[in-house]
């Protein structure tokens, strides 16, 4: 475990066996960008979705704020970190993520637009 008053997720993340958010579409961009599976436990407004999606591509888990307990984190921590699926999974995922050259793309999307 790591407290800190600030540490930017992109240095941060790629660091960490796993991560632990809410699920908010920010955490959960860098949390696959750094290639390490997730623990989701999703609050509010898009963070459910965002969950599910993640859960979905195989790079977390999902646990809802309604059932957390110490308990329940510990479990689906340890099942996140014993199954090597979700770590493959996630590098995978990750590595395609950081791949992409965003500006290249949005550039040749307007050129395109543009004529």
Known sequence: MFVANYAPYSELLPQAAATVHQGGIGT????????RPMLIVPQTHDQPDNAERAARLGVARVLYRSLYST??????????????SYSARAADVGQKIRDQDGVAAACDALEELAG
């Not at 308990?71 to 090597?84: G, Y």
């Open 28 to 35: 959960t961009a860098q949390a696959l960008r750094a290639g």
């Open 71 to 84: 308990q329940r984190a510990t479990a689906e921590l340890a099942q996140l970190l014993s199954d090597n």
